[in-house]
């Protein structure tokens, strides 16, 4: 083989590989990096009158639902069990459930969890909420669903704690 050929050869294969590294990086880049998890994100409609502590309720959009579970009195600094199901996606299409509780307008701090695969369709975790400062007990369960495509789909669940904060 000639050598000018050969070294032809040699420039395409290492653009070549530089143009693999390039677009892994930028794919790893949109899938661990941007802030929104690089997905569209779908916030689901929350029905009127919808109170997770009374049995569940469900939220949807977009042929998905998410419902969520809480006891019937949650209270802060006391551990309970939140249980969410998912339809409109089967397990293998959804890649993590995650949650985090809010109040509107005031920070709470870092409240969030990752919940896991329980039985199909279902997930669930053991959640404990803070004292709020402010004695207030209007909390906002936000429950966030990646689907395997990349897609985020939210519902904000309002609840409200009993007893103390
Ligand atoms: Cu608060």
Do not use: H
Not at 4 to 27: D, E, F, I, K, S
Not at 34 to 55: F, K, M, Q, Y
Not at 89 to 103: K, S
């Amino acid at each position: 083989m000639p050598t000018r050929t050969a070294n032809l050869l040699l420039a395409a294969a290492a653009l070549a590989v530089l143009v693999g590294v390039m677009l892994a990086g930028q794919w790893l880049g949109s899938r661990y990096l941007s802030p929104n998890d690089g997905g569209e994100r779908v916030v689901l409609t929350i029905p009127a009158g919808c109170t997770a502590t009374e049995g569940g309720c469900e939220a949807e959009g977009e042929g998905v639902g998410i419902q969520l579970a809480l006891p019937a009195e949650p209270s802060a600094l006391t551990p309970f069990p939140v249980r969410v199901r998912v339809r409109g996606l089967t397990p293998d299409q959804v890649a993590w459930v995650r949650m985090e509780f809010e109040m509107v307008g005031m920070d709470m701090g870092l409240n969030r969890l990752t919940l896991e695969p329980r039985e199909p369709g279902m997930w669930a975790a053991a959640a404990t909420l803070p004292v709020c400062v402010a004695g207030r007990s209007d909390w906002i369960a936000r429950v966030t669903v990646r689907g395997a495509a990349g897609q985020i789909y939210q519902a904000d669940f309002p609840f409200s704690t009993t007893g103390p904060g």
